[in-house]
């Protein structure tokens, strides 16, 4: 008896294990009761999400709200390239990471350049996300997106030899 209920439980076993990967559906990732927002603002603002950079840019910033109102350690600017791969923007001040107040609320820049190439055209879509991990880029078990806002970059090529890119 104890033989075959052995036997019977491998094979049970097995057949589970059997299933491709690709026929677990996608979960997605609880909030928890976090929001987040993200508003275009500054001169380069034409609507709160989206944002144009010209050569006459003098300030573009990125507004986030995050609530409830807290110190998060997790916070981020990101460009996604799929439902599960990102990218974190260069030419997004320290890399997309955005510090919070105790209020849960925090500014990055958005910039004309990538080091010390400009940046002359081309389109991203970035979002804001929050996590509940503790540390900047850690494990996590809920997440909150913001609503995409698309960047813009419309700049003169500049003169011969200078460095030149697109987002």
Known sequence: MKR???ILLGAALTVVGA????AVPFAPIPTGGMKITALAK???AT???TILITDAT???TIEITVTPRKRY???SVMVPLSSTSVYFPSWIENDGRVRLSAKGRGLVAVKKNRGDCVLVSGTATVVAQVTNAKQY???YSMAAKSRPITVTYQQSVPAEGACYGHP
């Open 4 to 6: 075959s209920l052995g």
């Open 19 to 22: 299933q491709p990967v690709s």
């Open 42 to 44: 500054g001169d380069c």
């Open 47 to 49: 609507t709160p999400t």
């Open 58 to 60: 003098t300030s573009c």
């Open 73 to 75: 350690a997790d916070v």
């Open 137 to 139: 880029s850690g494990t």
